[in-house]
């Protein structure tokens, strides 16, 4: 899937991979893609979530080994 910028947030565990992930999110334009690349599998949780809470779309998820892969489209 095409993105517009990557946040990173392998390693960390929450809340630091949501608060990356929001901070991300505010500098982007309306309808740009986020790729958030994350180890933390609660993420799987937390990041449905987030877009609830923000408005903003969860495109699609996917685990690749022990990493987790987010897309997400401002609002």
């Known amino acids: 899937m095409e993105f517009h910028r990557e946040c990173n947030a392998s390693g960390l565990l929450c ?12 500098a982007m334009a309306s309808g740009e893609v986020l790729r958030v690349v994350a180890t933390d599998p ?10 609830q809470k923000t408005g ?20």
């Open 42 to 51: 609660g993420l799987l949780r937390d990041m449905p979530t987030l877009t």
């Open 15 to 26: 809340p630091l991979p949501i608060i990356r992930t929001k901070k991300a999110l505010t």
């Open 56 to 75: 903003d779309t969860l495109l699609e998820h996917a685990r690749e080994g022990n990493t987790f892969v987010f897309y997400l489209r401002k609002s």
